[in-house]
């Protein structure tokens, strides 16, 4: 945990055969009764396989197939702040060109996104939880700019890299690795690179563009992130509709 006077952010769900004493024998047939399904039943078969319509998706593609029971889960650091916002603000408004999209949520992944099946999912909550019991609050500040891009090549992203809080977080990330590796599932990019991506668009980035980021980053956005600290002090798993936060123990 950082030392330094800097400036901190806080970071912020019978049937029966009847029968009597008499010779005769009385059979009753009774009609089945339909019993409703539990919900948490109910839940595993609400996603079903969609076609994707581009014009919902802005023209983004989906990595994998919407199946019926997969939900698509990923492990992550929560970011709120304007200050986030504002920066991509700045880039945005010198990159009008590359017809980049401001993220609405801003967070640093610890998982891949992978659609994971229904059955799965209470007992991977319930480990995600212990391992943030082992946990206690750090501090992360950014430093530079990069372009990144998804596995498929569909989507391109503008982010800021994490400076201190690479070890925190490389630690918390190997265990979620561990945790996925009990379900054979894919673990994290290798090398890992921590960062929070501010904008995307699915137009590829021309050569040249990360170089004028990062003379951005220096003349511009360095301003507003300088010296910031965000506090960490939970991790997050978004899962289908659903999003759950682990808080650290103080």
């Known amino acids: ?26 059979k009753i047939k009774l009609a089945p009764i339909k019993l409703p399904l539990p919900p948490s039943i109910g839940l595993m078969f609400e996603d079903t396989e969609v076609q994707d319509d581009p014009s919902s998706l802005g023209g983004r593609t989906r990595s994998f197939p919407h199946m019926r029971g997969n939900w698509v889960s990923y492990v992550y650091i929560e970011l709120t702040h304007d200050l986030l916002e504002k920066v991509a603000k700045n880039i945005l408004s010198n990159f009008g ?54 596995d498929d090549n569909s989507r391109y992203f503008v982010a800021v890299l994490v400076d201190i809080g690479i070890s925190d977080l490389s630690w918390i990330q190997q265990r979620v690795d561990g945790i996925m590796s009990g379900y054979k599932l894919p673990v994290f990019y290798k090398p890992a690179s921590f960062h929070t991506s501010l904008l995307w668009t699915v137009k590829k980035c021309p050569n040249g563009t990360e170089q004028i980021v990062e003379k951005l980053w220096h003349e511009v956005v360095s301003e507003v992130l300088s010296g910031i600290e965000f506090e960490v002090e939970a991790i997050n798993f978004k899962t289908g509709h659903k999003s759950y936060t682990f808080t650290f123990k103080k």
């Open 1 to 26: 945990m950082s030392k330094s006077k800097k400036r901190v952010i806080q970071l912020v769900n019978y049937s029966s055969d009847s029968s009597d004493d008499s010779t005769t024998d009385k």
């Open 97 to 150: 060109d590359l017809k980049l999209e401001p993220f609405q949520d801003f967070h640093i992944s610890l998982s891949r996104t992978l659609p994971i099946p229904y059955h799965w999912l209470h007992q991977m909550t319930s480990s995600l939880k212990s391992l943030a019991d082992t946990l206690q609050p750090f501090y992360v500040t950014f430093k530079g700019v990069k372009i990144f891009q998804n």
